[in-house]
């Protein structure tokens, strides 16, 4: 069982950065790949960022890319996501979620494979 607690978002201008952070409860945290996924109203939730279990692979979605980076610290079982060149489309409740880290390559960016989800966090970018 994994227990996961999203923190870091809030309110920023266009061209601002943001550093949500995930804590994750749990002896096993090291064998679990986590995502973040994002909400926007309205919206169907999306695949953000992935990271493997042991940080070696990461995975982003294109409109991410060159702007958010996903890091994570298994000594301190965290998950980060670095958010740079914030856009106004980049407005929606983050979470991070986490699953056994298999089948990589083929479930990294999808919802259903993921097995533990934090609440949420909300980011709002204002143009």
């Known amino acids: 069982q994994v227990q996961l607690v999203e923190s870091g978002g809030g309110l920023v201008q266009a061209g601002g950065s943001l550093r949500l952070s995930c804590a994750a409860s749990?002896?096993?945290?090291?064998?679990?790949?986590m995502g973040w996924f994002r909400q926007a109203p309205g919206k169907e939730r999306e695949f953000v960022s992935a990271?493997?279990?042991?940080?070696?692979?990461?995975y982003y979605t294109d409109s991410v890319k060159g702007r958010f980076t996903i890091s994570r610290d298994n000594a301190k079982n965290t998950v980060a996501l670095q958010m740079n060149s914030l856009h106004p489309e980049d407005t929606a409740v983050y979470y991070c979620?986490?699953?056994?880290?298999?089948?990589?390559?083929?479930?990294?960016?999808?919802?259903?494979?993921?097995?533990?989800w934090g609440q949420g966090t909300q980011v709002t970018v204002s143009s």
């Open positions: 979620a986490a699953k056994y880290d298999s089948n990589w390559s083929s479930t990294r960016a999808h919802p259903g494979a993921y097995e533990y």
């Open positions: 749990g002896r096993t945290f090291s064998s679990y790949a």
């Open positions: 990271i493997k279990k042991n940080g070696e692979s990461t």
